[in-house]
DNA sequence: ACCTGAACACCGTTCAAGT
DNA sequence: ACCTGAACACCGTTCAAGT
């Protein structure tokens, strides 16, 4: 070989194609989790299957995680920066942002079901998993923005509550089926219910006799 | 004996006490695993488990239910009858129908959580188990009524939509923990905020800066 | 009819080793 | 350091029997 400037080995690459699971295991067990909420429940996920896909034995992933759950906690981790981002995104293109942001909301739920009934469902405590509670209420900041809620308004506060129970609730409602076809629309598809319901809230809630 | 009618052996009886699991073992399996979701999630509710705290092998409750997710949906089933007692209830004792309905709702939810969850998590299929879907249709019978939301009135219908999202989204948020201290309200209880929040939505979730 | 024990193919997790 | 195979105590479900 012509003029090699170092007489050492080559050193090793962060990242060999032919062996995805040498030192960054975590970061594949991961993204096989991830790929695995596109089809399955999060109920149904077992640790075993993550590892038989990710090509190692079903004990590695203990070098990596703590436990399951550990590793779920990680996907929905992931999963909140992603709707975070998606949230900020739409949020600058709109000149409507608080709807803008609803939808994005709503639409991420139904794009990935699983992996949103992981981030906010009961199986991962805010308290066990510090991590996520941070996350979430980075998400929360998104939705507080434009409805002017600063730490100093604690007026707007039962607001914020009610705008993210809105489109929390729409999301659980849509992506657990539970709208029967009535109140869904038949014609309509889903943009349009979210942005009527939306639109509706923002006139009010109320009893028909309330003034 | 004096004077007995017949001569025939006693009927028997339809429930001894002594033998809770004879005759009755789908009503018992029922209770069980109602009285189990107390404690646990449903998604750690192991059939095994039931049928040992009911008194009977592992394998009785075939003789009652197809699989596991029948017995769950029939324990949902019951969790949906109770649901909409309590929010009739609710709606015919207060001045405020809506409001009335939406606090037994979020109630309901804060005080048996894992039923809520079951209830209406995306475990129980609506297509898969039609008693669930007539009986949810009941439940959102309850709080269309206030809103004034007949079949012929489909203007309404983003609002009763809305309406639903409202208070399903609360219930969501509140069981799963996801209301941050600062959201929550350190000091407050429950019952007001959930009364905040109600008003909050009849007043209109809108922009800042919107009309 | 209703219930049982044995069996099958899975789990999550732990442990003693291997390189 | 990172990975492995064997082992343990569980699952849901099926099956051949027992009364």
Same mark, same amino acid.
């Given at each position: 070989?012509?003029s090699m400037s170092t007489?050492k080995?080559a050193?090793p690459?962060r990242?060999?194609p032919?062996s995805?699971?040498?030192g960054?295991?975590r970061?594949?067990l991961?993204?096989?989790a991830?790929?695995?909420?596109?089809n *399955?429940e999060a *109920?149904?996920?077992?640790?075993?299957e993550v590892?038989?896909r =990710?090509?190692?034995s079903?004990?590695?992933?203990?070098?990596? !995680?703590a436990?399951?759950?550990?590793?779920?906690a =990680?996907?929905?981790a992931?999963?909140f920066r992603?709707?975070?981002?998606t949230?900020?995104?739409?949020r600058?293109?709109?000149?409507?942002?608080l709807r803008?942001i609803g939808e994005?909301y709503?639409q991420?739920?139904i794009?990935?079901?699983r992996? !949103?009934?992981?981030?906010?469902g009961p199986g991962l405590?805010?308290?066990?998993h510090p *991590?996520?509670?941070?996350a979430m @209420?980075?998400?929360? =900041?998104?939705l507080?923005q +434009?409805?002017?809620g600063?730490s100093? @308004?604690?007026?707007?506060? +039962?607001?914020?509550?009610a705008?993210?129970?809105?489109v929390?609730?729409?999301?659980h409602?849509l992506?657990?089926?539970?709208?029967?076809?009535?109140?869904r629309?038949?014609?309509?598809d889903?943009?349009s219910?979210?942005? @009527?319901?939306l @639109?509706?809230?923002?006139?009010?809630i109320?009893?028909?006799?309330?003034?």
């Open positions: 070989m012509w007489s080995k050193p690459r990242k060999r032919d995805y699971h040498h960054d295991l970061r594949a991961v993204a096989t991830t790929q695995m909420l596109e *399955e *109920e149904n996920l077992s640790l075993r590892a038989r =990710a090509g190692v079903h004990n590695a992933p203990y070098r990596h !995680f436990d399951r759950d550990s590793l779920l =990680a996907v929905a992931e999963g992603a709707l975070g981002q949230m900020a995104e739409s600058s293109a709109s000149a409507q942002p803008a994005a709503v991420f739920a794009g990935r079901p992996l !949103f009934g992981l981030m906010f405590e805010r308290s066990r *991590e996520l509670a941070a @209420d980075e998400v929360f =900041a998104h507080a +434009p409805l002017g600063n100093a @308004d604690d007026g707007a506060r +039962p607001t914020l509550v705008a993210w129970s809105l929390h609730g729409l999301a409602l992506i657990d089926h539970r709208l029967g076809p009535r109140l629309g038949s014609t309509q889903v943009n219910l979210i942005g @009527d319901v @639109d509706a809230a923002g006139r009010g109320q009893s028909a006799d309330e003034p």
